[in-house]
């Protein structure tokens, strides 16, 4: 996996709202403009290409149409560089970014639901679990959700297989740290 380097690119509310249409899809400039209707088609092609400039999407594919080219793109897998985080400015960068991505993540989710005109809740995921857990345990439930979902995306499409998405966060609760804090101080 390359490693997804220069917040600056992504860490733009329009861009990342195009990386997220694009993750795991490929999307022509029109098709881009009718699922983002609010981000006009000249602003459109001017954040892609800055976009396709930084690495942070890619040409997909290509299709003449009346002797015009069009092209399909799609977004790039990536990791957060850690010492892109530990740069002057990084860290907040980083919790940008997890906003930012968070954000557009639910955005798909409010968008899919409207659409439907109804909760499908079939066909969505929207639930927070909160447990304690070691260290290690905490690591060995990463590794197997990590382990169960690499293991989906190497289905091919077929008959009744529609593409999903599953957003995973985990970590520490701040307001338990907090409690805990206090607590440990009481005592």
Known sequence: MPVLKNF????HP???RIFQALNGVELSINQLADYLTDVPKP???RHVHKMLEAGVIQVAGTRHINGIE???YTACEGL???EDVNQPGGLEDFAHHVRLY???VAQDLAQYTLQQGKLDLDNIVARDHVFYATEEEFLQVRQAIYDLLSSLERNLPAQGRTKRRIFVIG??????LVAEKSNSHTQ
Do not use: K, Q, T, W
């Open 43 to 45: 602003s459109l092609y």
């Open 80 to 82: 957060i560089d850690p």
């Open 102 to 104: 968070g954000s557009a």
């Open 14 to 16: 329009a861009r990342m």
């Open 8 to 11: 600056s690119v992504i860490n």
């Open 171 to 176: 970590h520490p609760l701040p307001a338990a």
């Open 70 to 72: 069009e092209r399909f």
